[in-house]
């Protein structure tokens, strides 16, 4: 079995010390940053690469939310955010730059670790060409056109971008229109793992794809939100 790479980039030298060492006893072989030039160089250099990134938003020299758009350019590694500010601000910020999963400090290593097999585990970027049978993979959903093989996705013939999770809660909910989930189903079946009931996840990635989906996110045609039960796709938009 081959063993997992991990770049871990955190400028505490103590949560470091508490964090990378842990996770070589699981098994895994971590590189260390300590500022964001640090974590983009050992990136960029890294043959053949790492299977995850553990990046803290507060670092020197370049933000972790700069390292993050550096990652995205050239690659869709998974990404787990490490952040000792709270609330919807970063959360939003480092999910919707193309973050995979968010845990705030102070976090336990068991989690920690639960988090980052569940990445890794979910980590599927490999995207094969189109063939015959494929070329009616593409649903169209109102204005919005969804191609199932080649993850794209218009709105009113303006190319969209998604991140992986974006296109996943997607995927989740026009193969099933008319069908109500909750934020708990939401996260199994796009995360593949158990919920922790961090209900911000969810709610950043809904207001995210909405923003790119929805002429008005204040009021979507599409994913209708049904409050204290879950989201569905409106059946009159298919």
Request: aromatic share 8%.
């Amino acid at each position: 079995m081959s063993i997992h790479r991990l770049l871990l980039v955190e400028d505490d030298r103590s949560i470091s010390e508490m964090v990378g060492p842990y996770l070589e006893k699981e098994g895994y072989d971590v590189t260390y940053a300590y500022d964001g030039l640090e974590a983009e160089h050992l990136f960029s250099q890294s043959k053949p690469g790492y299977d995850l990134v553990i990046l803290d938003l507060m670092l020197p020299h370049r933000s972790g939310m700069d390292v993050l758009q550096t990652i995205r350019a050239i690659s869709l590694v998974p990404v787990l955010i490490l952040s000792a500010k709270d609330g919807e601000v970063d959360k939003a910020l480092g999910l919707g730059f193309g973050a995979d999963d968010y845990l705030s400090k102070p976090f336990s290593l068991i989690e920690l670790t639960a988090r980052i097999k569940a990445a890794i585990r979910r980590a599927n970027y490999t995207v094969g060409p189109v063939t015959e049978e494929a070329k009616d993979t593409r649903i169209h959903i109102g204005g919005l056109v969804v191609d199932m093989e080649t993850y794209e996705v218009e709105r009113e013939g303006t190319p969209v971008r998604l991140t992986s999770k974006e296109f996943g809660i997607l995927k989740l909910f026009v193969t099933h229109p008319g069908r109500v989930f909750t934020k708990a189903q939401i996260y199994a079946s796009v995360w593949n793992d158990h919920y922790y009931g961090d209900e911000n996840i969810i709610n950043v990635h809904m207001r995210r794809l909405r923003e790119k989906l929805e002429v008005d996110p204040s009021a979507p045609q599409y994913i209708k939100t049904l409050w204290g039960i879950g989201y569905k796709l409106e059946v009159g938009q298919t």
